[in-house]
């Protein structure tokens, strides 16, 4: 993203999480309008697509509702996370796959050095990067970021992206019919990478939920990985923990 891209893209994202503190904090309440257009822009010193991006954001989340000559009303005091997973079956990512389109950005077919975060077993020869993104079904808006790690005899997977939907893992049953024999996940924040934050609208400093998947074979050997990176707003993780009675 070109510096100026980056700047205007810092700006939306300014702008879009004060107002949203304001109607968290009930400076706009629900059922009220937001400020018009004309008097954020001078507010906030930024163009109206500024404010109609920064709008967008809180219209995404669920938090308002524009009409036209209506305004902009508040419907919500907080926001609704877009996309929810749970820890207890991969049925819950497979919805959220099926839901999102995969889009790759660049392939790096070796690696150079040993990502910390991953524990790649073998040589790194053996592993190929493929940087991607998933936006909402549809449109163009991102709502992820992956770092996926491949061993490089799959790296031919690539060809299918695009084309079918899934994940990584299920376009490898698709083309090599390689299964997959257990999930280990990994749950944490940190802060988005340049890349992440670039195609996500995320500020530098600003934290991620991140979520690190390693998949394995039928052999138990470790095939994949995946770290991945998601607004914390758009996304819910949940868990359910049995208790055995006694």
């Known amino acids: 993203m ?54 967008r954001h809180l219209q995404d989340r669920g938090l308002v509702h524009r009409k036209k000559r209506s305004g902009t009303k508040v419907i919500s005091a907080s926001s609704t996370p877009i996309y929810g997973l749970n820890f207890e079956s991969s049925d819950s ?31 790194l020869a053996d592993w190929a990067q493929l940087n991607t ?10 709502v992820s970021w992956s770092y996926i790690y491949l061993r490089r005899e799959f790296l031919g997977v690539v060809d299918l992206i695009g084309h079918e939907r899934g994940g990584i893992y299920e376009l490898l049953m698709k083309k090599f019919k390689k299964a997959v024999k257990f999930i280990d996940v990994e749950v944490s924040s940190a802060p988005f990478t340049r890349e992440a934050a670039d195609v996500l609208r995320k500020g530098r400093n600003s934290q991620a939920l991140l979520i690190i998947r390693r998949f394995f074979g039928e052999d138990d050997k470790l095939f994949e990985v995946s770290v991945s990176y998601y607004p914390p707003e758009e996304v819910q993780y949940k868990s359910r923990i049995m208790v055995n009675q006694l």
């Open 2 to 55: 070109e510096p100026a891209s980056r700047a205007k893209s810092s700006k939306i994202n300014e702008i879009s999480e004060i107002l949203m503190r304001r109607i968290s904090d009930g400076l706009y309440q629900v059922g009220d309008n937001i400020p018009n257009e004309l008097d954020l822009c001078s507010e906030f010193d930024a163009s109206r697509y500024t404010i109609r991006e920064a709008v």
């Open 93 to 123: 990512l497979g919805h959220y796959l099926v839901h999102t389109d995969l889009k790759l950005q660049r392939t790096i077919p070796q690696l150079a050095q040993q990502p910390a975060e991953t524990h790649l077993d073998g040589s």
């Open 133 to 142: 993104y998933r936006c909402a079904s549809g449109t163009n808006r991102a």
